[in-house]
C-alpha cells in the first residue's frame, strides 16, 4: 500500500444522494489523512437500522447529502497521518462511531465511555482536524460530468466505500488472526447489545432479565446474559419468527404481546414471580419502556434503555414511581470504551465466550447494497455482510 500514502485514492462508494434514494455505486476521491487520522481500506461492512434511519431520513435535522454511510465494518489500515503512533500500516482495524482519545477527563476515568472530542454525534458530517470532508465526486448520481463535489461523513466513520479517513481516536487495532467477517458487528450491534448486559447492567449468574425487541442488538443482549450466566432469559417480540433466532442466543421464555390479553409487564412478573432483576428496551418506542420498566421487581430492579427513541415524548413514568427502588440507566455502544476495551473482547469472542456466527444472516456483494437495505428494512436479516473489498495477500 506504500505507493498511495500521501495520494488521492481514486475508489468506489456507495453514494447517498438523498432520503431513500437508492444508493448509487460510483467513483469518489478520498483524501490522504492529515493529522491524527487514519486512512483505512474497508474489507467488510454490515448494515445496522442507523444507517437504514439516516437513509430514510426520518430525523430531519440529522440530514446531509451527498452522504457515504455505514459504520459496522472491519479493514486494514492504508496509511496514517502524522502524530498517530498506535496504529501503522497492514494492521487490522475496527472503526467506531464513538471514539476514545484517552487523554480527555471523560476517557481517563472510568465512569463513562462517552469521549469529550470523539463521542458519537449523528449531527457531526465534518472532520474534526480542519472542518472539511476527505471525500468528493467529480460525476452527478446519474454518472454526469461535474464539478468537484464534497461528501459529507457520517457517525465518525462512513464504511459504505473501498476507503474512507477516520479521526484515530476512532480506528481500533484487532488481533490479525480474528476472524474479519465476524469482527465487523464489534463496531456496533453485537458491542452495544453484549456491552448493555456486561458493563451498564452487570448482569449476575443465576439472575433474571427480560429483552424486549429480539432484532440484532436485543440478541446481542441475550447473548451476553447467556454468557454471564443470567438463568431466565425472557424475549419480548411481536414477531414470533424471530424465537427460533433467540433459543441460539439463549432465550428461555418468549413472550408475543399479541397473544395476550394484559400488560406485558403483568405476564412476566406471573413467570418470574415479581418480576425481573433486569429489562433491556431494544425497540426504542416509549410504550414499550414503560412495560419494561414495569417488568422489573420492586426493590432493585433496573432498566437499561439501548434503543434510538425519536420520538419528541419523554418517559412515561412518573417520579414517585421510582420511589419503590427500581433504576433506569441508558447505554451507548455498550458501555464499552473502544480502544481500551475492545480488544479484549474481540478475544474473548474468538474463544466463544459469545457467539457471532448467527448475527450474519446474509452475505452480499457490495453491488447489492440496495437488496440489503430491503432485506432489513423487511424484517428478513438481522445482519447482512457486504464484501467491499479483498484483502490482497502478501
Not at 325 to 337: E, L, N
Request: net charge neutral.
Amino acid at each position: 500500500m506504500a505507493d498511495t500514502q500521501g495520494k488521492v485514492i481514486t475508489c468506489r462508494a456507495a453514494v447517498a444522494w438523498g432520503p431513500e434514494e437508492p444508493l448509487v455505486i460510483q467513483e469518489i476521491c478520498v483524501d490522504p489523512p492529515q493529522k491524527m487520522e487514519v486512512r483505512v481500506k474497508i474489507l467488510y461492512s454490515s448494515i445496522c437500522h442507523t444507517d437504514l434511519g439516516a437513509w430514510t431520513g426520518v430525523n430531519e435535522a440529522e440530514r446531509a447529502f451527498p452522504r457515504i454511510l455505514g459504520h459496522e465494518a472491519v479493514g486494514i489500515v492504508e496509511s496514517v497521518g502524522e502524530g498517530v503512533k498506535d496504529v501503522k500500516e497492514g494492521d487490522h482495524v475496527i472503526p467506531t462511531f464513538n471514539g476514545e482519545c484517552g487523554e480527555c477527563r471523560v476517557c481517563t476515568n472510568g465512569v463513562s465511555n462517552l469521549c469529550e472530542r470523539y463521542k458519537v454525534d449523528p449531527m457531526k458530517r465534518l472532520m474534526v482536524n480542519d472542518g472539511g470532508t476527505r471525500f468528493s465526486t467529480t460525476t452527478n448520481k446519474d454518472g454526469s460530468s461535474s464539478q468537484s463535489q464534497r461528501v459529507y461523513h457520517f457517525l465518525n466513520t462512513s464504511t459504505f466505500t473501498e476507503y474512507t479517513v477516520l479521526d484515530s481516536a476512532c480506528v481500533v487495532k484487532i488481533d490479525p488472526n480474528a476472524p474479519l467477517k465476524q469482527m465487523s458487528l464489534l463496531s456496533c450491534g453485537v458491542s452495544t447489545g453484549v456491552g448493555a448486559a456486561w458493563n451498564t447492567a452487570n448482569v449476575k449468574e443465576g439472575t433474571t432479565t427480560a429483552v424486549f425487541g429480539l432484532g440484532s442488538v436485543g440478541l446481542a443482549v441475550a447473548e451476553g446474559a447467556r454468557a454471564r450466566g443470567a438463568s431466565r432469559i425472557i424475549g419480548v417480540d411481536a414477531n414470533a419468527s424471530k424465537f427460533e433466532k433467540g433459543k441460539l442466543m439463549g432465550v428461555t421464555d418468549f413472550v408475543n404481546p399479541k397473544d395476550l390479553t394484559k400488560p406485558v409487564h403483568e405476564r412476566i412478573r406471573e413467570l418470574i414471580g415479581g418480576g425481573v432483576d433486569y429489562s433491556f428496551e431494544c425497540t426504542g418506542n416509549v410504550d414499550v419502556l414503560r412495560e419494561a420498566f414495569l417488568a422489573t421487581h420492586a426493590g432493585w430492579g433496573s432498566t437499561v434503555l439501548v434503543g434510538i427513541y425519536l420520538t419528541p415524548r419523554t418517559l412515561p413514568l412518573h417520579p414517585m414511581e421510582l420511589f419503590d427502588g427500581r433504576r433506569i440507566t441508558g447505554s451507548i455502544f455498550g458501555g464499552f470504551k473502544p480502544k481500551s476495551q475492545l480488544p479484549n473482547f474481540a478475544q474473548q469472542c474468538m474463544k466463544g465466550v459469545v457467539k457471532l456466527e448467527p448475527f450474519i444472516t446474509n452475505e452480499l456483494p457490495f453491488e447489492k447494497i440496495n437488496d440489503a437495505f430491503q432485506l432489513l428494512r423487511d424484517g428478513k436479516s438481522l445482519r447482512c455482510l457486504l464484501q467491499i473489498s479483498k484483502l490482497l495477500k502478501k
